[in-house]
């Protein structure tokens, strides 16, 4: 098992399950993906912070745009995102510089993205407005 996939299974057991939890209550910045498994077809459910943005949202990809629920979102082309207890349907996804990424989300995270030097960031598009 390589590092990524170790850390990957720890999350998975031990952290997922609390922050899906709180993304389910609409407390807390966490809200929820669900994607569809390219081989399985299993339904995944993945806790994201996302940032709301016209027409849909900003998702930093923490772990890189090679995570398995963003790919199994791109090989469907859809995937749907449940923020404050409300499910959008999320029907495009474009990759975005690093810079309009970041200038996407409030100061305090700017600051905290910046200095993590994050560089991977995608708009998903919904079929419905933000609240």
Same mark, same amino acid.
């Given at each position: 098992?390589?590092?990524?996939?170790?850390?990957?299974?720890?999350?998975? $057991?031990?952290?997922?399950?609390?922050?899906?939890?709180?993304?389910?209550?609409?407390?807390?910045?966490?809200?929820?993906?669900?994607?569809?498994?390219?081989?399985?077809?299993?339904?995944?459910?993945?806790?994201?912070?996302?940032?709301?943005?016209?027409?849909?949202?900003?998702?930093?990809?923490?772990?890189?745009?090679?995570?398995?629920?963003?790919?199994?979102?791109?090989?469907?082309? $859809?995937?749907?995102?449940?923020?404050?207890?409300?499910?959008?349907?999320?029907?495009?996804?474009?990759?975005?510089?690093?810079?309009?990424?970041?200038?996407?989300?409030?100061?305090?995270?700017?600051?905290?993205?910046?200095?993590?030097?994050?560089? $991977?960031?995608?708009?998903?598009?919904?079929?419905?407005?933000?609240?």
């Amino acid at each position: 098992m390589t590092g990524t996939s170790a850390w990957g299974t720890i999350l998975k $057991h031990t952290l997922n399950p609390v922050t899906l939890r709180m993304a389910r209550s609409g407390r807390g910045p966490f809200s929820i993906v669900t994607s569809v498994g390219r081989k399985s077809g299993k339904t995944y459910e993945t806790p994201i912070i996302v940032q709301p943005t016209e027409g849909g949202f900003m998702i930093e990809l923490t772990y890189g745009d090679r995570v398995q629920w963003y790919m199994n979102a791109l090989a469907a082309g $859809h995937c749907t995102v449940t923020y404050k207890t409300v499910e959008y349907d999320v029907v495009g996804f474009e990759p975005v510089d690093a810079a309009a990424g970041i200038a996407a989300f409030s100061p305090a995270q700017r600051r905290i993205l910046t200095l993590l030097r994050r560089r $991977h960031f995608v708009r998903f598009r919904t079929q419905s407005q933000q609240p």
